[in-house]
């Protein structure tokens, strides 16, 4: 009797060890299911796959326009009667505030300095030695104020009210790439016949930049975060929008609703989980259950 409960005994652990290394082992089969081939599988195409991943995708509003002075200050003498007689900055000089832009002589003898009421860039000028200048005429510098500088953009009517005072912007401006922005008024109107609406969006650089010049703002609204893929694994048909998924080696079609677009990378609302692996660059010539095997983007990449 003795003899029998010690044999039993010792049998238990080795039955618990074994017991756990099965476990074990179907548990390393399941999760590597989806992207190892089966022995008995067919052969078939080899296929790049990725994991679908999850993504921030910013909200975007696109806003095209030019770029123009926020506040540009004209310059003119307090008297009238003046002479020109020596100009001492050009358009396209960046001047302080009191600094001297010309010297004009005064009807009775003498000059005086007509100076800059404040700092920033000088975008025109129409002094000319010997030109007379007064307070009534044309004036012979414009300072645009601070150097301060707005992209005036158009937006469709339907995405205005996505737009909000001090929302972030990229601006992409024609000959001065591509530089940071805010936005600082949005009008409360639109135009009647084009149903697009201004945005100002204020720019900050240090670069000169020409009044006129094209410019694209990328405004930030907001962000969503959720499934991600790459572009170029959807595919588009009568049968609407799908991505082709690999599982136990062979192809499944999932329908999927889009979200924002971001770069290369597209929002799955709907038809994906967070690590379903997805064909990376899906094509009409795979087909529901065709046989595959999967290569890892990362893999093929080494």
Not at 91 to 113: K, Y
């Amino acid at each position: 009797m003795t003899s029998f409960d010690a044999q039993s005994s010792s049998r238990k652990p080795l039955a618990a060890l074994a017991a756990a290394v099965v476990v074990l082992a179907l548990a390393s089969a399941l999760a590597a299911e989806d992207t190892e081939v089966p022995k008995d599988a067919p052969k078939g195409v080899t296929v790049t796959v990725l994991k679908a991943a999850k993504f921030c995708f910013p909200a975007i509003v696109e806003a095209s326009g030019i770029i123009i002075p926020r506040e540009e200050t004209m310059v003119r003498p307090d008297r009238p009667g003046l002479k020109v007689a020596e100009i001492l900055a050009e358009p396209g000089d960046t001047v302080t505030a009191g600094q001297n832009l010309a010297r004009l002589n005064l009807p009775e003898g003498g000059s005086t300095m007509l100076q800059a009421p404040v700092a920033g860039l000088i975008s025109a000028s129409t002094a000319v030695i010997g030109a007379l200048a007064s307070p009534r005429g044309e004036a012979l510098f414009s300072i645009i104020a601070r150097s301060e500088f707005d992209l005036v953009g158009m937006v469709p009517t339907q995405y205005i009210s996505k737009l909000a005072v001090n929302q972030t912007a990229r601006v992409k401006i024609v000959g001065a790439g591509e530089v940071d922005g805010k936005v600082r008024r949005v009008a409360a109107t639109v135009e009647p016949n084009s149903q697009l609406g201004q945005v100002f969006v204020a720019i900050t650089t240090n670069r000169r930049l020409l009044v006129n010049s094209s410019g694209r703002a990328l405004i930030t609204t907001g962000k969503s975060c959720g499934i991600s893929v790459p572009l170029t694994a959807v595919l588009y048909g009568t049968a609407g929008t799908v991505v082709q998924v690999v599982r136990r080696a062979r192809v499944e079609t999932k329908r999927v609703e889009l979200g924002l677009i971001y770069g290369a990378q597209v929002e799955i609302k709907e038809g994906l989980q967070e690590g379903d692996i997805v064909v990376a660059r899906a094509g009409a010539l795979l087909r529901e259950g065709d046989a595959v095997r999967p290569v890892m983007a990362a893999a093929e990449a080494n």
